[in-house]
């Protein structure tokens, strides 16, 4: 699969390598606009320019950065640097919560009820869970538990946005299990390390 090049202009796009995995990530003057995870064969290796050894980013050819079309050439990249150092101490236990601002429009995200509910997913602590349900409700809209189990399948930034704290009322994980189930195990060692009085951080595994 080709990494698409960015949507909005003053964009830039990385591919973002963690201790999870591949992240394909894009950010523009205003924040982050989409964090995506990627096989390393869903890249064609002509759109990996270089990788830097003193940091976890590949360069993806074809994306619309050129300093001239960026009305504020340093802060898109300013905003990746952020979340690149945020989820490397995520994942090594050191962080619970995510503050890099998101560029909402660039994401896809218009409508408020859509916003209202990742807002309220934003606000679930670290090692919880909600159903989608009770998100629903907190968003102002109750009965509409089906609308934010779809729009859990369509976080444009998990991780900022932790989707994989939000459960179905049977206590199920819904879209990608596993992989959600690993990042609320992932918290919940930590805690449980941290209530024992355990050497930590943890990291992800």
């Given at each position: ?102 560029d909402w429009a660039a994401a896809g995200v218009h409508d408020e009820f859509s916003r209202e509910v990742y807002r309220e997913i934003q606000h ?18 109750p009965r509409n538990a089906r609308r934010v189990g779809r729009l859990c399948t369509l976080v444009p930034v998990p991780f900022v946005i932790p ?43």
């Amino acid at each position: 699969m080709s990494a698409p090049a960015p949507r909005t202009p003053g964009g830039v796009t990385r591919v973002l390598a963690t201790a999870a995995g591949l992240m394909l990530v894009e950010a523009t003057p205003d924040g982050i606009a989409r964090l995506v995870q990627v096989d390393a064969d869903q890249l064609d290796a002509d759109q990996l320019d270089h990788r830097d050894a003193a940091a976890t980013w590949f360069n993806v050819k074809h994306h619309d950065d050129d300093e001239g079309r960026d009305p504020e050439p340093g802060a898109a990249a300013e905003h990746l640097a952020r979340l690149a150092e945020q989820v490397e101490d995520y994942l090594a236990g050191r962080l619970r919560g995510f503050d890099v601002p998101l560029d909402w429009a660039a994401a896809g995200v218009h409508d408020e009820f859509s916003r209202e509910v990742y807002r309220e997913i934003q606000h679930i602590p670290y090692g919880e869970t909600s159903s989608y349900g009770q998100v629903s409700i907190d968003a102002g809209r109750p009965r509409n538990a089906r609308r934010v189990g779809r729009l859990c399948t369509l976080v444009p930034v998990p991780f900022v946005i932790p989707v994989h704290r939000v459960i179905r009322a049977d206590g199920g994980m819904g879209n990608c299990p596993e992989y959600r189930l690993r990042l609320l195990e992932h918290e919940r060692r930590n805690i449980a390390a941290e209530r024992a009085g355990k050497p930590g951080p943890l990291p992800f595994r």
